[in-house]
């Protein structure tokens, strides 16, 4: 270990490594400096060496209790503490100095305080320097004034002497302050560039995940368009009814195709937008049907989009519906006319509204109706309830994604 850079390896911080290599630096030249500053004094001014002693002593008791504590925080604050009760004690009680150095020796206390201890300390021995300050001012100057004497050149030569290493302190104090801020500048600098890496390989594999989910949704998308081929292949030999039930769940795979189809084409892998997804729908369901009427749907919706586990229930809901008005309902009407409404009410219930103007049939009760049946399972599902006056239905739901 040299004398000037002590063993710092104790020490994982960087900062704790600098402050202790500070406070031992600074012991060491006060315990140098001091010494012959006294030596100075000592002929012209016992007091003033008297006083010039006192750093001595305690950078030498300050570098044992380095050495065997490894304890800087302490030192710091010995260090601006003495240092400011010896410089105020001398103005005050040191009449024939000039005391030119003492008010260095606030500055260089303040910048101890601050680097050492921390920016409350620093300010708050800002606040006791300042006061002690205006106290010799009001009290002690004056006297000062009156009882000073020409300097001898020994005199001038010792303040001259302190005046530099008070200067030295401080510019060393500064230097060390920007050495800190400098590591503190390149450690950000390194970190905003390490996050930098990591946001750029965040992004990529957040653009091949969104690529792997797109390709998901389109191959289920596809295998669900291969089973309705192979199930429009095999209504062929099918009788007529059977086909028509064939028909119908191909149609509700259909629905369900939609729905991957609608996610892989948006940027939101994550919900449907419920609009689009309707007016999709009901092209897919008037090209299966093939009705030759002209049937109107209006959609009026005022919600959000729906994420899978509400959009797969509600799309199966519309499409037994829609399904049901397009086969049955306008037998006897020139126009047909669906109105479907969408609206919320709160952040996770909404309602919705099918009605159409045609034909109202009964259900034979005797008969088991799939599509009814369907409709309320899908409904228990969204944790909703249904109540229908003719054509008209009307479901309170929630949404299951919120």
Same mark, same amino acid.
């Given at each position: 270990?040299?004398?000037?850079?002590?063993?710092?390896?104790?020490?994982?911080?960087?900062?704790?490594?600098?402050?202790?290599?500070?406070?031992?630096?600074?012991?060491?030249?006060?315990?140098?400096?001091?010494?012959?500053?006294?030596?100075?004094?000592?002929?012209?001014?016992?007091?003033?060496?008297?006083?010039?002693?006192?750093?001595?002593?305690?950078?030498?008791?300050?570098?044992?209790?380095?050495?065997?504590?490894?304890?800087?925080?302490?030192?710091?604050?010995?260090?601006?503490?003495?240092?400011?009760?010896?410089?105020?004690?001398?103005?005050?009680?040191?009449?024939?100095?000039?005391?030119?150095?003492?008010?260095?020796?606030?500055?260089?206390?303040?910048?101890?305080?601050?680097?050492?201890?921390?920016?409350?300390?620093?300010?708050?021995?800002?606040?006791?320097?300042?006061?002690?300050?205006?106290?010799?001012?009001?009290?002690?100057?004056?006297?000062?004034?009156?009882?000073?004497?020409?300097?001898?050149?020994? *005199? +001038?030569?010792?303040? $001259?002497?302190? %005046?530099?290493?008070?200067?030295? @302190? #401080?510019?060393? &104090?500064?230097?060390?302050?920007?050495?800190?801020?400098?590591?503190?500048?390149?450690?950000?600098?390194?970190?905003?560039?390490?996050?930098?890496?990591?946001?750029?390989?965040?992004?990529?594999?957040?653009?091949?995940?969104?690529?792997?989910?797109?390709?998901?949704?389109?191959?289920?998308?596809?295998?669900?368009?291969?089973?309705?081929?192979?199930?429009?292949?095999?209504?062929?030999?099918?009788?007529?009814?059977?086909?028509?039930?064939?028909?119908?769940?191909?149609?509700?795979?259909?629905?369900?195709?939609?729905?991957?189809?609608?996610?892989?084409?948006?940027?939101?892998?994550?919900?449907?937008?419920?609009?689009?997804?309707?007016?999709?729908?009901?092209?897919?369901?008037?090209?299966?049907?093939?009705?030759?009427?002209?049937?109107?749907?209006?959609?009026?919706?005022? *919600? +959000?989009?729906?994420? $899978?586990?509400? %959009?797969?229930?509600?799309?199966? @809901? #519309?499409?037994? &519906?829609?399904?049901?008005?397009?086969?049955?309902?306008?037998?006897?009407?020139?126009?047909?006319?669906?109105?479907?409404?969408?609206?919320?009410?709160?952040?996770?219930?909404?309602?919705?509204?099918?009605?159409?103007?045609?034909?109202?049939?009964?259900?034979?009760?005797?008969?088991?109706?799939?599509?009814?049946?369907?409709?309320?399972?899908?409904?228990?599902?969204?944790?909703?309830?249904?109540?229908?006056?003719?054509?008209?239905?009307?479901?309170?739901?929630?949404?299951?994604?919120?």
């Amino acid at each position: 270990m040299k004398l000037l850079t002590p063993d710092t390896s104790f020490f994982q911080n960087y900062f704790d490594k600098g402050k202790f290599v500070l406070a031992w630096r600074i012991s060491i030249v006060f315990v140098l400096i001091f010494l012959m500053v006294s030596v100075f004094y000592f002929q012209s001014s016992p007091m003033a060496a008297f006083f010039s002693f006192i750093p001595v002593l305690v950078g030498g008791g300050s570098l044992v209790y380095l050495h065997l504590t490894k304890n800087f925080k302490p030192l710091f604050w010995l260090y601006a503490s003495s240092g400011t009760i010896l410089s105020h004690v001398a103005m005050n009680m040191t009449m024939n100095m000039t005391h030119y150095v003492d008010f260095l020796w606030m500055v260089a206390c303040i910048f101890l305080a601050f680097i050492g201890i921390g920016k409350r300390i620093g300010l708050l021995f800002i606040g006791i320097n300042f006061t002690l300050t205006v106290f010799f001012f009001s009290f002690t100057l004056n006297t000062h004034i009156i009882n000073i004497q020409p300097r001898s050149n020994l *005199i +001038m030569v010792g303040e $001259l002497l302190e %005046i530099a290493f008070a200067l030295f @302190i #401080l510019g060393y &104090l500064a230097y060390q302050y920007i050495v800190f801020q400098d590591y503190t500048y390149n450690q950000l600098k390194l970190a905003l560039q390490n996050q930098e890496k990591q946001t750029e390989l965040i992004q990529e594999k957040n653009e091949q995940n969104t690529l792997l989910i797109k390709e998901v949704h389109h191959r289920v998308k596809n295998n669900l368009q291969i089973i309705t081929s192979l199930l429009r292949l095999q209504k062929q030999d099918l009788k007529p009814e059977m086909a028509e039930k064939l028909d119908e769940a191909i149609d509700r795979i259909m629905a369900m195709a939609l729905i991957h189809r609608k996610l892989y084409q948006t940027s939101d892998l994550s919900s449907v937008n419920v609009d689009s997804y309707i007016h999709d729908l009901v092209e897919n369901i008037s090209k299966s049907i093939n009705v030759s009427k002209e049937i109107k749907v209006k959609v009026e919706t005022s *919600i +959000m989009p729906f994420g $899978l586990k509400t %959009i797969v229930p509600l799309g199966l @809901i #519309l499409n037994e &519906l829609i399904s049901n008005s397009y086969k049955h309902a306008f037998t006897n009407s020139e126009i047909g006319v669906i109105t479907i409404q969408l609206t919320n009410t709160s952040s996770a219930d909404f309602v919705l509204k099918y009605s159409d103007n045609g034909i109202w049939k009964e259900s034979d009760p005797t008969k088991f109706n799939f599509g009814i049946d369907l409709i309320e399972t899908l409904t228990s599902q969204l944790d909703g309830k249904m109540t229908r006056e003719k054509s008209t239905y009307s479901f309170s739901l929630k949404n299951l994604d919120i």
